[in-house]
């Protein structure tokens, strides 16, 4: 397993953009699918997009043409780059890592503590 920690969290306005980003330690970064995760208030986790270890990425229709995922394996670092923000873009934002290549929450089983988004005017 990996030791995963989000940062770049916080308040914007619709419209507005962020980057989260995901700083991973231990060893094998650059092999793990690592995935973004959205938990909305009173929803169940979500799975926003993942980047593969050979840096092909997938989203969930909502985001797409909105969010992107790029991963620097030389910083063991995963970035969430969301643009367009919308109120139901709201929630705990987590990144995770997998050993598979799945899409959903359930593969993944290192994750870190979450980072709180709101998208607000």
């Known amino acids: 397993q990996v030791q995963l920690v989000e940062s770049g969290g916080g308040l914007v306005q619709p419209g507005g953009s962020l980057r989260l980003s995901c700083t991973a330690s231990?060893?094998?970064?650059?092999?793990?699918?690592m995935g973004w995760f959205q938990q909305a208030p009173g929803k169940e986790r979500d799975t926003v997009g993942v980047i593969w270890s050979g840096g092909g990425t997938v989203y969930k229709n909502s985001v797409k043409g909105r969010f992107t995922i790029s991963r620097d394996n030389a910083k063991n670092t995963v970035y969430l780059q969301m643009n367009g923000l919308k109120p139901e873009d709201t929630g705990v934002y987590y990144c995770?890592?997998?050993?598979?290549?799945?899409?959903?929450?359930?593969?993944?089983?290192?994750w870190g503590q979450g980072t709180q988004v709101t998208v607000s005017s």
């Open positions: 995770a890592a997998s050993g598979s290549s799945s899409f959903r929450a359930r593969d993944f089983d290192s």
């Open positions: 231990g060893r094998a970064f650059s092999s793990y699918t």
